[in-house]
């Protein structure tokens, strides 16, 4: 349970935060990216830019703006020629706003400037630190912002520096969690892990890992048994990532793979209380061809082995 103080402590933060962002992205200064707008005014310009037709009382809406305030805004951009006024067929009340050729030049000119501002603000930071940056700010604005259809969207590479280490620890701390798998468990993933970095031919063996939002949340590796047989192993899938069809696709790239190398088949194992991973290779055409039991990780399991022919 969060204490009164606790609470309090994380609201300071978010106080802190915001000081130390405004201050970063030019908030503080009288116009946003060297421009005559202010942050608000240019949200507006961006607002009427991106929509055909608006009309002030949905742009006030949209932009939770309060309307004298809103009004004197459009009546500086009106003084300026940027913007145009025609009623509203729909609703003789209303007028709609359109950009006139002055006033999309003008947001040209400033989506120019505020994109040079950005490009110099993460122009400091090596891509890696880039990717954690923007996966953060998506955080902030999944958790703060308006429910909307859940975004799907990740990213397939191959592993870099520090993604093998990253797995082991995942894998060890879910296993534990989800199985109750203790430290045995953790050293076959660490020797698995291991013998591939010592040993793999990048030809015919790969890890991918799944990222979204700038952080790993699954892997997948495919490696070589025999030279005609291919092995998948450490199929894993972070709990806050699943249901978003990661799973099926590592198991996707691996089959995919192995036809492009000329493997004839595919094997694996499992256990059989690991139900989403069957699901998954069952879907994907794997067959059960033995099973045995065994003692291991802290648990009585069964172990499985499975196969796909190419």
Not at 63 to 85: E, N, V
Not at 235 to 253: D, Q, S
Not at 275 to 298: C, D, M, T
Request: hydrophobic fraction near 40%; charged fraction near 25%; aromatic fraction near 8%.
């Amino acid at each position: 349970m969060t204490t009164d103080s606790e609470f309090q402590e994380r609201v300071a933060a978010v106080r802190a935060f915001n000081r130390f962002y405004t201050q970063q992205i030019g908030v503080l200064h009288e116009s946003l990216a060297k421009s005559p707008f202010s942050l608000t005014a240019a949200r507006v310009l961006y607002e009427l830019a991106h929509r055909e037709k608006s009309t002030a009382t949905e742009l006030g809406a949209r932009l939770g703006l309060d309307p004298g305030y809103l009004s004197r805004i459009l009546a500086s951009f009106k003084r300026r020629g940027l913007i145009k006024r025609k009623a509203c067929a729909a609703d003789a009340r209303q007028t709609i706003l359109q950009l006139t050729k002055e006033g999309e030049e003008a947001f040209a000119a400033l989506n120019l400037g505020s994109q040079r501002d950005v490009m110099h603000l993460l122009g400091g930071l090596a891509p890696p630190e880039q990717r954690q940056l923007v996966g953060a700010m998506r955080t902030i604005q999944r958790l703060l912002g308006t429910p909307e259809k859940p975004d799907t969207s990740f990213l397939l590479r191959p592993h870099q520096i520090g993604d093998i280490g990253w797995i082991v620890q995942r894998h060890a701390i879910i296993y534990a969690q989800e199985y109750g798998w203790d430290e045995q468990f953790e050293g076959l993933v660490a020797k698995v892990a291991a013998d591939f970095l010592e040993a793999h031919d990048p030809k015919r063996e790969r890890c991918w890992i799944a990222e979204r939002d700038g952080q790993n949340v699954g892997c997948v590796f495919l490696v070589a048994n025999t030279k005609t047989v291919a092995q998948l192993r450490l199929l894993f899938v972070e709990p806050r990532a699943r249901g978003l069809g990661i799973g099926k696709r590592l198991v996707t790239e691996c089959i995919r793979f192995a036809r492009q190398t000329d493997y004839r088949k595919i094997i694996l194992w499992t256990n059989n209380i690991l139900l989403a991973a069957r699901h998954l290779y069952e879907r994907a055409g794997f067959r059960l061809i033995h099973e045995e039991p065994h003692q291991s990780f802290g648990a009585n399991l069964v172990g499985e082995t499975w196969e796909l022919r190419l």
